[in-house]
């Protein structure tokens, strides 16, 4: 096996298992064992890549074995009772389920919904005239967007029941998928006692319960609206018509939920990088103000004479990855890599914070530096995973933060907060740990850059026409 840290009988390393922040440790476990180490958690051999080159070579190149998931009895059996497809086993069943969500996020679909993009960000625009809650004002974004492509109903306050149902889902899974929170998963072969012996099915129940009669009843609910949402689209099609409707609904329900908060976590932390590096929100305003002028907001037609923007936009996604500490992967046959054996079952995991931060490829890795996408266009971009598993919702993803980011830095200066005259310190290792991984809350003023600017905002939110069903009576399948 790879080199790791000393294991203890029957435990392994499960002692030494790094709550926090994981990916730190493991980063620091990569610089001592090298790009490939491996550690034992009860009976689970997990292999750790923690360099591009590690992770490339396995999760990409060998992609066909690679693609699997461990399994997770609490989050994957009990919870989701095997329809959530981000923890389906590699075969036939993920590849139909893949396929029927990729119909609506492969990347040719993915720019037809541009134009709900352009509506929501005008409205996050408008809205950060008037208040500075950035990380709410975001999530309102991701969730009206999601749930307006999903089913078809805007979100404009953030608050609807739709959201904050989707709020308590996401965070039930979280709960359920968290390592060490549910003993079953370290022993499966406690699933087998009975429910009175075993309260984790309780909470699993209660769980499944909610969930499945959320994406039940929203399912019904985007049957019943006017215009072409993705619940339409996936319930025409042949494979939806040969399984049952909570399959289906799960799918939907999947995206929705996967779309719900990541990017505006991305997006947090892209506001992040703005109010602690002024020279390249100095940078990314002088070529705004070269293509766009003062008079209009920056549009998708413009992204072609802005790379700087979208290199802004790569260096956010690199800097402080969302999914810090990577989507465990599981190999399916034995392998060898550098001379060391790989186990069948195994748990694969590229560490994205290790992976980022590698020097081979990203020189000076811990500052914010756009210009290295424009220097070297080739490189990798591993923050939506590896292989066969890559984010099926990537192209949404980041069309999304394109043009919120050219509009935010268009529109806005970033100012630091000061009480009673101090300035409120930001810390920019101060994150969450996880499944995905947030900026800690912080402050930050958003001044329009000139009353010019304001007046574009308001007055492009003012015009835009809000009626979703115009909108996505354009859309369908392209
Ligand atoms: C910044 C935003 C996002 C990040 C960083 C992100 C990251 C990821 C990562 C790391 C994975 C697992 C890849 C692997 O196993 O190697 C994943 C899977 C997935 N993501 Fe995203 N994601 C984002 C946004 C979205 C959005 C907006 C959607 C939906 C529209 C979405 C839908 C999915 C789905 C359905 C999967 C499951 C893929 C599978 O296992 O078959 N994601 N994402």
Request: net charge neutral; proline share 6%; with cysteine.
């Amino acid at each position: 096996l790879p080199p790791g840290p000393r294991r203890l009988p029957i435990i392994g390393n499960l002692h030494q298992a790094p709550s926090e922040l994981p990916w730190r440790t493991y980063q620091e476990w990569t610089k001592k064992y090298g790009p490939i180490f491996s550690v034992q958690y009860g009976l689970t051999t997990v292999i750790m890549l923690g360099t591009h080159e590690s992770a490339d070579a396995l999760l990409n190149k060998k992609s066909s074995i690679y693609s699997s998931r461990p399994r997770l009895v609490m989050a994957g059996e009990l919870v989701t009772k095997g329809f959530h497809v981000l923890l389906m086993t590699y075969g036939q069943k993920w590849r139909t389920h893949q396929k029927m969500q990729a119909s609506c996020l492969n990347i040719r679909q993915s720019q037809a919904y541009r134009p709900l993009q352009d509506l929501e960000s005008k409205q996050l625009m408008h809205d950060l005239l008037h208040s500075d809650d950035f990380a709410k004002l975001y999530h309102r974004y991701t969730a009206s967007l999601m749930f307006g492509l999903s089913y078809g109903k805007r979100s404009p306050a953030g608050d609807e029941p739709e959201i904050k149902g989707a709020d308590q889902v996401n965070a039930n899974f979280l709960d359920a998928a968290k390592v060490g929170r549910n003993i079953v998963d370290a022993l499966p072969v406690l699933n087998y006692l009975p429910a009175f012996l075993a309260p984790w099915k309780h909470r699993a129940e209660r769980f499944w319960r909610l969930e499945s009669s959320l994406h039940m009843s929203n399912l019904r609910f985007g049957m019943s609206t006017p215009s072409w949402n993705f619940t339409k689209q996936i319930t025409k099609m042949k494979e939806a018509k040969d399984m049952p409707e909570i399959e289906v609904a799960y799918d939907i329900g999947i995206i929705y939920e996967a779309g719900l908060d990541t990017t505006n976590m991305a997006l947090e932390i892209f506001t992040l990088a703005a109010v602690l590096n002024p020279g390249f929100v100095e940078t990314a305003q002088r070529e705004l103000d070269a293509v766009v002028g003062s008079d209009r907001l920056p549009t998708f037609d413009d992204q072609h004479n802005l790379p700087y923007i979208t290199a802004v936009v790569k260096e956010t996604l690199r800097w402080r990855p969302v999914s810090a500490g990577g989507i465990p992967h599981s190999v399916i046959t034995d392998d060898e890599y550098m001379g060391y054996r790989i186990p069948k079952g195994a748990t694969v995991i590229g560490n994205h914070w290790s992976i980022h931060m590698d020097e081979a490829v990203f020189a000076e890795p811990q500052k914010f530096l756009p210009e290295r996408w424009l220097e070297n266009p080739n490189l990798p971009l591993h923050a939506f995973g590896f292989g066969r598993r890559v984010c099926t919702g990537q192209h949404v993803s980041q069309n999304s933060m394109f043009i919120i980011v050219a509009r935010l830095l268009w529109a806005f200066r970033f100012e630091h907060v000061y009480k009673n005259g101090v300035r409120l310190e930001i810390d920019d290792m101060a994150f969450t740990s996880g499944f995905n991984s947030r900026p800690l809350p912080f402050q930050v003023h958003f001044e329009p850059r000139s009353a010019a600017h304001k007046s574009v905002v308001e007055k492009s939110w003012a015009e835009a026409d809000k009626d979703i069903n115009n909108i996505l009576s354009q859309m369908g399948t392209v």
